[in-house]
Nanobody, 123 residues
Framework: QLQLVESGGGLVQPGTSLRLSCEAS????????VAWFRQYPGQEREGLAC????????YYLYSVKGRVNISRDNAKRLVYLQMDSLILDDTAVYYC????????????????WGQGTQVTVSS
């Protein structure tokens, strides 16, 4: 019953920042751990960041650590992915995903997925 909708993608320039949003509906977001994934054409989705339901603890993919920040606002039913210092390789479809597990991980299974939002980084 949980539904996720991503927004905030678009065409951006290298070196700029972008904030993606994931809005949850149907169930209380507070009970879910949430992750952001990205997918290049023809490749598997890779986890970029996740935030736990239990204590808000976060994990980041090493390659994006320092440029990416995940946060959540349960009252607003939103999870954010702040991306700074964008590079060309950030071009991908970005998905948010959620699971009832109280602890998150970049390689955990997530049962609920959004439709994805395209981010294109180009000069």
């Amino acid at each position: 019953q949980l539904q996720l909708v991503e927004s905030g993608g678009g065409l951006v320039q290298p070196g700029t920042s972008l904030r993606l949003s994931c809005e949850a509906s149907g169930l209380s977001l507070a009970n879910y751990s949430v992750a952001w994934f990205r997918q290049y054409p023809g490749q598997e989705r890779e986890g970029l960041a996740c935030i736990s339901a239990a204590n808000g603890g976060t994990y980041y993919l090493y390659s994006v650590k320092g440029r990416v920040n995940i946060s959540r606002d349960n009252a607003k039913r939103l999870v954010y992915l702040q991306m700074d210092s964008l590079i060309l390789d950030d071009t991908a479809v970005y998905y948010c995903a959620a699971d009832r597990g109280q602890w998150c991980g970049l390689y955990f299974q997530y049962d609920y997925w959004g439709q994805g939002t395209q981010v294109t980084v180009s000069s």
